[in-house]
Nanobody
Framework: QVQLVESGGGLVQAGGSLRLSCAAS???????MGWFRQAPGKEREWVSA????????YYEDSVKGRFTISRDNTKNTLYLQMNSLKPEDTAVYYC?????????????????WGQGTQVTVSS
């Protein structure tokens, strides 16, 4: 089991940046990781994923080129650098552990979730 705690959310203006962190308490390097987000009244949406070693990354089309996922296995921490933020990026962002290769977009295949951190982008 791995426990996950997100941080780094906040209120920013459009065009600004935030860096989200996800601190893990378990054997972090054993897990592929992902970021998801959910806006009020909308379904949870996959945002990005990264393999165990950090060498392979994946992005949803709407964030490609703006967001960067990374991990530091020595610090048991996952990151999501978000640049050029847009109002449509407003959501609660969740990190998740246990993604399956070839199916990184499927939330049901992740077995651990953080509590979420709110990101609000003003227009």
């Amino acid at each position: 089991q791995v426990q996950l705690v997100e941080s780094g959310g906040g209120l920013v203006q459009a065009g600004g940046s935030l860096r989200l962190s996800c601190a893990a308490s378990g054997t972090f390097s054993s897990y592929a990781m992902g970021w998801f987000r959910q806006a009020p009244g909308k379904e949870r949406e996959w945002v990005s994923a990264i393999n165990t070693g950090g060498g392979s990354t994946y992005y949803e089309d709407s964030v490609k080129g703006r967001f960067t996922i990374s991990r530091d296995n020595t610090k048991n921490t996952l990151y999501l650098q978000m640049n050029s933020l847009k109002p449509e990026d407003t959501a609660v962002y969740y990190c998740a552990a246990g993604g399956t290769p070839g199916h990184v977009r499927l939330s049901q295949l992740y077995n651990n979730w953080g509590q979420g951190t709110q990101v609000t982008v003003s227009s």
